[in-house]
């Protein structure tokens, strides 16, 4: 007979936070307080401006930031999308995709697993880094990478905020909205955390229930 599931129990269940790795100090790294990315990423971001208002122009700077937050929003979407709810059918496979995200749904409470880990974040900054230099060149790069990296900064903080705070504000009460839809409702929908428009451009915005839409 399976056991009662009483509300403390299951709060206490979605804020849980087992060991994802069996070397307790390489799990610790697994583990980031969501003021982390704002103290690492801050200080960077600020240098790439500088370093940007110096060979291009402000209107150019301006353009550029804000062209770099918009391919963030879109490689937020489809990280989360193709990436993070990708399930293998092979058991390493199976593995690595709860490492990554698997876990995250399974408790998503814990306050420590809601920001990627740096181990994580600073390859990939890199990546993109040099992807950007590669395709906007030596002057250009360095505004785009970040407004990318701000609006890194900003979805991690977005998804802090909808996992452990109540927002008073109507847009942070529809983003909270939309991510709990896709935590509780459909995980196959609602990719954008900090930028759900995307969701609508392509085709997989939450649905709200049958019994809320004959409202």
Do not use: C
């Amino acid at each position: 007979m399976a056991a009662d599931v009483t509300p403390r129990s299951r709060a206490e269940h979605l804020k849980a936070s087992p060991p994802l790795l069996p070397w307790p100090l390489l799990d610790k790294l697994t583990r980031v307080h969501p003021i982390v990315p704002l103290v690492l990423y801050g200080p960077f971001i600020t240098w790439l401006v500088v370093l940007a208002a110096g060979r291009v122009g402000p209107l150019v700077l301006v353009a550029e930031l804000v062209a770099g937050y918009v391919l963030w929003t879109l490689t937020e979407y489809w990280l989360h999308r193709v990436v993070f709810h990708f399930e293998p059918d092979h058991p390493v496979g199976r593995k690595l995709h709860f490492l990554i995200h698997g876990v995250h749904h399974e408790h998503p409470n814990d306050p420590k697993r809601l920001v990627m880990p740096p181990s994580a974040s600073i390859p990939l900054a890199a990546l993109f880094g040099l992807g950007f230099h590669a395709a906007f060149g030596a002057d250009h790069w360095l505004a785009v990478f970040a407004g990318f990296l701000v609006g890194y900064v900003v979805y991690d903080s977005v998804h802090y905020a909808v996992h452990h705070f109540t927002p008073r504000g109507g847009l942070g009460r529809r983003l909270r909205e939309l991510h709990m839809r896709h935590h509780f409702q459909d995980d196959t929908r609602g990719y954008g955390v900090s930028a759900p428009w995307w969701d609508h451009v392509f085709g997989t915005a939450p649905r709200k229930p049958v019994a809320a839409r004959r409202k």
